[in-house]
């Protein structure tokens, strides 16, 4: 049974930063492409980065040069480095596997406001 367990969140004025953690266990890690979503209230929810298996990463345009994904293999943890944060930016965050099917975690909410 795969699990992630997201960390980290919390409440940030705009400006600031937080570093949000989803640590997997179950599985074999390294295999997995890892993602971050999010979902804003009343607001469907969207992909905010990916980081594949190999190392490759992607961002949603809104994120790019504030937000950055990592991978450990060795901590079988995801990162996700969040900077100059906006109250656009409030949601709650999803830690997501994907390997042949993707798993969730539960979601950690942070809250960007002065």
């Known amino acids: 049974q795969v699990q992630l367990v997201e960390s980290g969140g919390g409440f940030v004025q705009p400006g600031g930063s937080l570093r949000l953690s989803c640590a997997v266990s179950g599985s074999i890690f390294s295999n997995y492409a890892m993602g971050w979503y999010r979902q804003a209230p009343g607001k469907q929810r969207e992909l905010v980065a990916t980081i594949s298996s190999g190392g490759s990463t992607n961002y949603r345009d809104s994120v790019k040069g504030r937000f950055t994904i990592s991978r450990d293999n060795a901590k079988s943890t995801v990162n996700l480095q969040m900077n100059s944060l906006k109250a656009e930016d409030t949601a709650v965050y999803y830690c997501?596997?994907?390997?042949?099917?993707?798993?969730w975690g539960q979601g950690t909410q942070v809250t960007v406001s002065s």
């Open positions: 997501t596997a994907t390997w042949g099917r993707a798993y």
